[in-house]
């Protein structure tokens, strides 16, 4: 059973990392000091009271993304928290 759940974990934490049928652009930081991460809507909602309430309120673009804006987050900040 221990074994299953650790599967299950790497399997989100993969899903973190991965780049494709992402639906979430979150741009973290302000320039010189940004970065744009890309995510899965469904993982943020579930992992984050802020992200479900965020996502909520945000329309998708003409090709079905949302963009978040956390310019008050630096990078190293949001790795954190996003993991």
Do not use: W
Not at 53 to 80: G, M, P, R, Y
């Amino acid at each position: 059973m221990i074994k299953f759940f650790e599967k299950l974990s790497n399997d989100c934490l993969e899903l973190l990392d991965d780049k494709e049928d992402f639906n979430v652009i979150i741009n973290v930081g302000e320039s010189p000091n940004n970065k744009i991460f890309q995510a899965h809507t469904n993982i943020l909602r579930y992992r984050s009271l802020y992200f479900r309430i965020e996502l909520a309120n945000i329309s998708k673009d003409t090709n079905n993304i949302k963009t978040i804006n956390l310019k008050h987050v630096s990078i190293q900040q949001f790795e954190i928290i996003i993991r």
